[in-house]
């Protein structure tokens, strides 16, 4: 069998690939079928051999990921991604066909991350932190580059990142290419290998990166040596029992090590005191978009979806290609026929002959979808790129594959409540008076207080109750290393978030953070947690005599009562804390208030709004022993907006809630802008109190619009602005009105034009300007008539100027 590897002299065969290369696999799947070897050896980790059966199970659907995490520190992890066009997982389904023993023979996991933890200790890495591992593990376990051959270190030794030779863009160099994915597309990827040749591709590449490390040596890939001593002593080992029926299936750049004559010695000095971790393996899904370099995986593709299409067409790939794309744009109502498809193909065969390619390749059909089915747009292109060139394809594993206690709970609460994870980002509407979507919500909430992001909370657009929620979700890879870390918490979801609330509640800083994990533990529902935070609360609330903290952490409060509403808990010890709170920030409020600079003071502000919501949500929950809440919070109100010592945008701002409460009428509004907008006060001010007044997106634009007295104070005070004053008060000016709705602001500048309060004056009625007549233009309306009779369901023979006369009533 040896012979046949490329004319070399007694020994394995030996099978250098690049790591996830279609050409690459079709060509390990030809050599095998023609060498039939005794044992099947490939890069990867040794842990692994006893996960290599499920590769068969019929559950088993690549992309998939070899996972290791470090027993100790579930955080400290690498993936060994395998996808179905992997020449890896090509000689593992070979092997299991035919009933031959396959097993990996890279370096053990236990040394390698010891390696990458012990190279952010010495300050080697970017960004050590375990937020980083599952990133950095991808590094860590494919391990290949694009060329195949950098092994685990990528993650381990990042200090020497910056000088690795890519072996592939050496090759494509010296050939005359810029690209080195299309020189590999040219020589590999189009090349369809016959049994007469199944080996000469090995061949060619074992010289090439002979060759290439004679002249680079490790190519700054120092840990490679130990690798490759740890590599030839297992495959001396499978030769002792095999005998030279052997097969190895590797990084090509590795082959050259391999095929070199070294003493077994001096290959066991170098593995000696190898630092080591106990570690647990596993099957994971993977997807196609983590496969791509974009991703940050060293190993990562340009392309993986495209790389799929190749492996997986059983013949004429272009024209299935462009069918394929076709499909998506017509799903995206573009309006895609036949003769583009004929069109693109004819495009793209044209320009692979121009350029002097065998083949069109992915630039040729790109160039030729853009400019027949995109009309020259790169923006449904890019859908293209992402929805088929890289791809959302998630795998999946068996039920049978080892996990932790945590993971399989999680799997059965996932199939109990139809839940699949997807890799394509969905939007999910739960309605919480529904059981399996209030169990959905429970699991999304509880998942987040692991740390394991799976979905995150959106706006609803249908309803702003508190019965609705939706979610945005999106399962990535490293979510399964986010609940191995977990696990440590709880063997069940349920003892795993209540067992982390409490330690999140023990370990919080601030008043707010407490707050938020009562919150989180309402909707997430964990009684047993509720407790133990509630305890906490009210000996940090007690404690705690900051005024703003106090009203960052109300409306959290407040807002977990209306959860507990939907979801049925009992949240009278919250209501008691909410009240308590709610008194003491009244009492301590206007205090708190005075002598604020102008960010303290817009501070200040945004917690007045965050407490008037509060408070009136807090007024519709009884709490006996508190008396009428909002009475109390409106006379603080009251003595806010007439304090002097008070910041003017604090003041303008209380009198507007008085207002908007119907406490305070428009004639009083109306007095107190004028008091302040009065030449006796100072520019800065009067802009602070309109800022407050009309500002902070609070629909002060249309109180101006509606309420033409006080838009002619404000365009009087703003006239009367000294030149000198005028400077300092513009950007809070600006501020304010551009906040406003573009129709908004046109509105105000048309009755600014025209001249506000001047209803009843000639020049209105005869400005011309539509919209702004002081009376009810009866020809506009009768314009819209028709389709309010149309929305309404109205009978179209049954007008009736009594009906056409309430509808324009209803109008105004």
């Excluded at 703003?718 to 300092?728: H, M, Q, R, S």
Aim: contains cysteine; aromatic residues 4%; hydrophobic residues 45%.
């Amino acid at each position: 069998m040896s012979d046949k590897g490329g004319g070399a002299a007694a020994g394995p065969l030996l099978l250098g690939v690049r790591h996830h290369g279609p050409g690459s696999a079709r060509a390990v799947r030809a050599a095998l079928d023609a060498a039939r070897p005794r044992v099947v050896l490939i890069e990867g980790p040794p842990e692994a051999d006893a996960l290599i059966p499920l590769a068969a199970d019929e559950e088993m659907r690549p992309p998939v990921a070899l996972l290791a995490h470090a027993v100790d520190e579930p955080g400290r992890s690498a993936f060994w991604p395998l996808a179905e066009f992997s020449p890896e997982w090509v000689a593992i389904r070979w092997a299991l066909d035919h009933e031959v023993p396959a097993r990996f023979i890279d370096l053990p996991a236990t040394h390698t991350l010891v390696w990458e933890r012990d190279a952010e200790a010495g300050g080697g890495g970017e960004g050590a932190g375990p937020a980083e591992q599952g990133e950095r593990g991808e590094e860590a376990g494919e391990g290949s580059g694009a060329e195949g051959g950098t092994g685990a270190e990528e993650a381990q030794a990042p200090i020497v990142a910056d000088v690795r030779v890519d072996p592939l863009a050496v090759l494509a160099e010296a050939a005359g290419y810029d690209d080195p994915e299309r020189w590999w597309e040219d020589v590999v990827e189009h090349r369809w290998v016959g049994e007469r040749d199944a080996f000469a591709p090995f061949v060619v590449l074992e010289e090439a990166m002979g060759a290439l490390r004679e002249v680079y040596g490790t190519g700054g890939h120092d840990r490679d040596l130990v690798r490759e001593a740890y590599m030839r002593l297992q495959v001396r080992a499978a030769q002792r029992e095999f005998g030279e029926g052997v097969a190895v299936v590797c990084g090509a750049w590795h082959v050259p090590a391999l095929r070199q004559k070294a003493a077994v010695s001096a290959d066991r000095a170098l593995l000696k005191g190898l630092p080591k971790v106990k570690v647990d393996m596993t099957w994971v899904p993977w997807t196609h978009r983590r496969l791509a370099r974009v991703s940050g995986y060293g190993a990562g593709i340009d392309s993986p979806g495209w790389y799929g299409h190749l492996f997986s067409a059983p013949d004429r790939p272009v024209e299935r290609w462009l069918t394929k794309v076709a499909g998506l744009l017509r799903a995206e109502d573009r309006l895609v026929s036949s003769a583009h498809v004929i069109e693109a193909v004819r495009l793209a065969e044209t320009l692979a002959a121009m350029r002097g390619r065998p083949l069109p390749g992915l630039s040729e059909t790109t160039d030729a979808v853009r400019a027949v089915m995109c009309e020259g747009s790169d923006v449904p292109l890019a859908l293209v790129h992402d929805r088929l060139v890289v791809g959302d394809v998630l795998g999946e594993v068996p039920r049978s594959a080892p996990a932790v206690p945590l993971q399989r709970d999680l799997d059965r609460i996932q199939r109990r409540l139809r839940l699949k994870p997807e890799a394509l980002e969905r939007e999910l509407e739960l309605d919480l008076r529904k059981e399996t979507d209030a169990g959905r919500s429970r699991l999304l909430h509880r998942l987040r207080l692991l740390g394991v992001e799976w979905g995150d909370p959106a706006a609803s657009r249908d309803s702003t109750g508190t019965f609705r929620e939706t979610w945005r979700l999106r399962w990535e890879p490293e979510l399964s290393v986010r609940v191995a870390e977990a696990g440590v918490w709880g063997t069940t979801v349920l003892a795993a978030a209540t067992a982390k609330a409490e330690a999140d509640a023990v370990a919080a800083q601030g008043l707010a953070e407490v707050t938020a994990l009562a919150e989180r533990c309402l909707l997430a529902e964990l009684p047993d947690a509720l407790p133990t935070v509630m305890r906490i609360l009210a000996d940090r609330a007690a404690l705690d005599t900051d005024v703003g903290h106090l009203a960052q952490a109300l409306p959290a409060l407040v807002r977990s009562l209306r959860y507990g509403d939907v979801r049925g808990t009992d949240t009278s010890a919250l209501a008691e804390v909410a009240a308590g709170l709610a008194e003491r920030i009244f009492v301590g409020l206007p205090p708190a208030c005075a002598a604020l600079d102008a960010d303290a003071a817009e501070e200040m502000r945004r917690h007045v709004d965050a407490v008037h919501g509060a408070v009136g949500l807090l007024g519709d929950a009884s709490v006996p022993g508190h008396g009428d809440l909002r009475v109390r919070w409106r006379s603080v109100l009251r003595v806010l907006s007439g304090r002097d010592t008070v910041p003017g945008v604090v003041r303008g701002r209380a009198v507007r809630l008085l207002l908007d409460e119907g406490e305070l009428g428009q004639d009083e509004a109306a007095r107190l802008m004028g008091l302040v907008l009065s030449p006796g006060t100072a520019p800065a001010d009067g802009a602070a109190w309109i800022e407050g007044f009309v500002g902070g997106g609070s629909g002060g634009g249309m109180l101006l619009v509606h309420d033409e007295r006080l838009l002619g104070l404000v365009d009087a005070w703003l006239t009367g602005v000294p030149a000198e004053a005028f400077t300092d008060v513009l950007p809070l000016l600006r501020r304010t009105f551009s906040a406003y709705e573009p129709g908004v602001r046109r509105t105000l500048g048309e009755l600014v034009r025209r001249g506000p309060g001047a209803r009843g004056s000639t020049v209105a009625v005869g400005s011309g300007i539509p919209g702004f007549a002081p009376d009810l233009d009866t020809a506009r309306a009768d314009a819209v008539l028709p389709v309010v009779r149309l929305l309404l369901g109205l009978d179209d023979g049954d007008h009736s100027s009594a009906d056409d006369n309430d509808l324009v009533g209803v109008g105004r």
